[in-house]
């Protein structure tokens, strides 16, 4: 998925920067409507958790983050049983450890 996919997605602005606060808080609100305990469907719940960490990554990046290696900078991975969990690596915060070295 494309930035500007997921940007349109979450109906955020097209053309970025986006923060990770913006990011959330669109996410938060579209869910209440497409979640399925309140009769939207589940495959637009995926969708959106998706455009959700495409734009994350995009912020991170935006500031300057080094994104986690493991997780890719979503804090979040898969296990084997399909179950996701919080990245071990960076403690769900989707942030490496050694981005102050990065960085300069």
Do not use: N, Y
Request: proline share 4%; glycine share 12%; with cysteine.
């Amino acid at each position: 998925m494309t930035p500007k996919t997921a940007a349109s997605l979450l109906r955020v602005s097209l053309c970025g920067p986006w923060t990770e606060d913006a990011v959330r808080a669109a996410f938060t609100d579209i869910v209440r409507k497409a979640h399925p305990d309140t009769g939207g469907a589940g495959g637009d719940l995926a969708r959106l958790k998706e455009a959700r960490d495409v734009l994350l990554k995009e912020a991170a990046k935006e500031a300057g983050i080094v994104p986690c290696a493991r997780c890719e900078g979503t804090g979040r991975m898969t296990t084997r049983s399909g179950r996701r969990v919080s990245c071990s690596a960076c403690g769900g915060t989707g942030e490496s450890w050694d981005k102050e070295i990065k960085r300069g």
